[in-house]
């Protein structure tokens, strides 16, 4: 069975530094991932995806995310914070050999961005 | 623009009554998701459906039923609701074939007292 961990729960990181947002996956055969995020009270919108080629795959709002096989991972990155990017950022992924488009998600790590 | 809408935005009903909660996509996505939000938890998908007449189980299906009777359309039964149904229900929807992404509703308050 396919599973997603996100070890934390919360990340906290000045406006201007860089973030991470950790991912790690475990499916039969090679993943697809997913990066979404959650605002107050709104629903999930898609960030970025990894399906094959690259292993840093650039999203909406700067982020971007880097695909580690050996690592079995797939952390969230952006190079400079804002405050607006406070917010419940979850992972997903796809087992490419179960067919369909069954999503595992993570259980989320919010992120606060502070001035 | 197309989009997906849920209905209605809270809910509060008792123990023991039958709710439907209502899921509308605009995208003529074939696949329809529903997931329960709890603190915790992340998103734990309840049912799915890959067209019409399709329906499959999720990983926390007991107490919850669906149907698909037109691409546009998944809603969601709680048979006879729980305290424990309590939660915050999404829909999504995402075109067939390769891994497209899913599209989420706004999302249902449910308070099952």
């Known amino acids: 069975a396919q599973s997603v961990a996100q070890p934390e729960d919360q990340v906290n990181v000045a406006e201007g530094n860089p973030l991470t947002v950790k991912c790690t996956y475990s499916v039969s055969g090679n993943p697809y991932l997913f990066w979404y995020v959650q605002y107050p009270n709104r629903g999930l919108q898609f960030l970025l995806k990894?399906?094959?080629?690259?292993?840093l795959v650039k999203g909406s709002y700067g982020f971007e995310a880097e695909f580690n096989k050996s690592q079995t991972s797939f952390h969230l990155k952006k190079p400079s914070a804002l405050v607006s990017d406070s917010a419940l950022y979850f992972c997903a992924v796809r087992d490419r050999t179960g067919g369909g488009n069954k999503l595992t998600f993570g259980t989320g790590t919010q992120l606060k961005v502070e001035l | 623009d197309a989009e997906i809408t849920q209905s209605p935005r809270h809910k509060i009903t008792e123990t023991g009554r039958q709710v439907t909660l209502a899921c509308h996509q605009t995208?003529?996505?074939?696949?329809m998701f529903w997931y329960r939000q709890d603190l915790g938890h992340g998103l734990r998908l309840i049912h799915y459906s890959y067209g019409v007449q399709d329906t499959n189980k999720g990983e926390v299906s007991d107490g919850y039923s669906v149907s698909r009777s037109n691409t546009e359309d998944l809603p969601l039964t709680l048979e006879s609701a729980a305290s424990s149904q309590t939660s915050v229900y999404f829909c999504?929807?995402?075109?067939?074939?390769?891994?497209?992404?899913?599209?989420f509703g706004p999302g249902t308050r449910l308070t099952v007292l």
């Open positions: 995208w003529n996505h074939n696949n």
């Open positions: 990894y399906i094959t080629g690259d292993n």
């Open positions: 999504a929807s995402s075109a067939s074939g390769s891994p497209n992404e899913q599209f």
